[in-house]
């Protein structure tokens, strides 16, 4: 099988997805073809005063009868077809109807008067559709062909050398054998067709190359975004081993284990060991984002959500009873469905998303966290009355090291960066995230804040 798939397209599934639309298109528009054939032998004779003669009736009745079961076979065909370079495609399936196309038209040019009609101009859009989807070869190979069969009607007219089928009451004069009108008109149809296809082509392949390119920029792109990760990840872990050993020798002095220490300067010692308790939680969040997206694929298995938010809450339970939370947790699923995911991943996330609910609420304040179906998935709620996010910071809230201008003012510790890892935990499942502030729980001054989360259910 000759192989018409440009070496840059054999795995560009927009390529093929482009193809296979327009012979969909094609198969469509032959049949509106058709029926403006039968249409125009139809009514000709009383629209336009056009009379054929029996053997043009049946010739033309016979064509379009032909264009119209091959249609439905190709049709049929197409559904069958798989995107194989290396075997029979839709590339070949777009050559094979341009051939049965540019046939069929030939045929009904030659019975309907030959050059005489103004039907040949057809070719022009035949030539130009092929230009955008064949390779220049193939296309200039039919384009010189069509020009010769057509060269071949005329000239074998004109010396009696097949029969000429005029159309009654189309010219009132022939010119089938006026030898300067079939020079003429055949040169500039010839012309025509070939600069059709010259410029067409031209035109195609400039799209092609920046196709080309464009992919190749993508490549590159996304290997220039992995080599980035892979430094960002190395040069967080060697900041976060002496980060981790700073941690240590605080915790050594706190505890007590180098001698007593006075009320002042262990003040000052607390908040060095909060400040690299952050610092090591940044280092962390950074390597979690950065083996999210260098990784292509993520594991997955069966898992119950509610197992993991169960799980999630209870690592939480201190923070709860030191603020007197009242949490409310709720499943109202009817059928309590497991999902494809990673289990490990979405733990993170959704710890994440609970304990900043946890954290941007004051003492005594009230959490939701509501399991609910919603279409083809599962909906995971969790609405808190806290602090809010003002509505200037809503649409930015998901980016990297982003925090909201209210939690920067009032002094709420954080790298920015939980949001931004749950959006692509989530998404990487094909999931979404939604926040809305206010929530359905605000009150006077606790805006609230509530969180949308969507998981499709995989089978």
């Not at 046939?103 to 057809?122: D, H, N, S």
């Not at 081993?241 to 941690?247: S, V």
């Not at 509610?306 to 499943?331: C, G, P, Y």
């Not at 998404?427 to 926040?435: D, K, P, Q």
Request: aromatic share 10%; net charge positive.
């Amino acid at each position: 099988m000759v192989s018409l798939v440009p070496s840059w397209a054999i795995y560009n599934e927009e390529f093929w997805g482009a193809i296979k639309r327009r012979n969909s298109w094609f198969i469509k528009l032959r049949y509106g073809a058709v029926l403006m054939l039968f249409v125009f032998i139809v009514s000709s004779e009383y629209l336009l005063g056009i009379k054929f003669t029996n053997t043009q009736l049946v010739a033309l009745s016979l064509i379009n009868c032909i264009i119209l079961v091959y249609n439905g076979i190709l049709q049929w065909v197409r559904i069958y077809l798989k995107c194989d370079p290396f075997k029979f495609n839709p590339l070949h399936f777009s050559l094979v109807q341009m051939l049965l196309d540019l046939t069929a038209l030939m045929l009904v040019v030659y019975f309907t008067g030959g050059i005489e009609t103004p039907l040949f101009m057809l070719f022009v859009f035949h030539m130009i559709i092929g230009s955008l989807i064949l390779p220049g070869t193939v296309i200039y190979t039919i384009a010189f062909s069509v020009v010769f069969v057509f060269y071949g009607i005329v000239f074998g007219e004109y010396h009696n050398l097949i029969s000429h089928h005029a159309v009654t009451g189309l010219l009132q004069t022939p010119l089938y054998n006026n030898f300067k009108f079939s020079v003429a008109y055949s040169t500039i149809f010839g012309f025509v067709i070939l600069m059709s296809v010259v410029l067409a082509n031209k035109i195609a392949n400039q799209l092609y190359r920046m196709e080309q390119e464009l992919v190749e920029s993508l490549e590159q792109l996304k290997a220039a975004e992995v080599e980035k990760q892979k430094y960002v990840m190395g040069v967080v872990h060697e900041i976060k081993t002496p980060l981790a050993a700073l941690h240590s020798y605080l915790d050594l002095i706190l505890q007590g284990f180098l001698g007593s220490v006075n009320e002042k300067v262990l003040n000052k010692l607390n908040r060095a060991r909060t400040r690299s308790a952050e610092a090591i939680q940044l280092t962390n969040d950074v390597l979690s984002v950065s083996k999210l997206r260098l990784l292509d694929e993520i594991k997955k298995e069966e898992i119950k959500v509610r197992d993991i938010l169960s799980s999630v809450i209870q690592k939480q339970r201190a923070i709860i009873e030191r603020k007197k939370i009242k949490l409310h947790f709720k499943d109202n699923r009817k059928v309590k469905a497991k999902i494809l995911g990673d289990r490990f991943l979405l733990e993170i996330a959704f710890s994440n998303l609970i304990s900043n609910a946890f954290k941007y609420i004051d003492d005594e304040g009230v959490v939701e966290i509501i399991l609910d179906e919603k279409g083809n998935g599962i909906q995971l709620e969790v609405c808190d009355n806290g602090i809010g996010i003002p509505e200037k910071d809503l649409e930015k809230i998901f980016n990297d090291f982003y925090r909201a201008s209210n939690i920067r003012s009032k002094g709420y510790e954080g790298t920015g960066m939980g949001l931004s890892i749950i959006k692509h935990v989530i998404e990487r499942h094909g999931g979404t995230v939604e926040v809305q502030s206010p929530a359905r729980l605000a009150s006077e001054n606790k805006p609230g804040t509530s969180f949308l989360v969507f998981l499709p259910l995989e089978s």
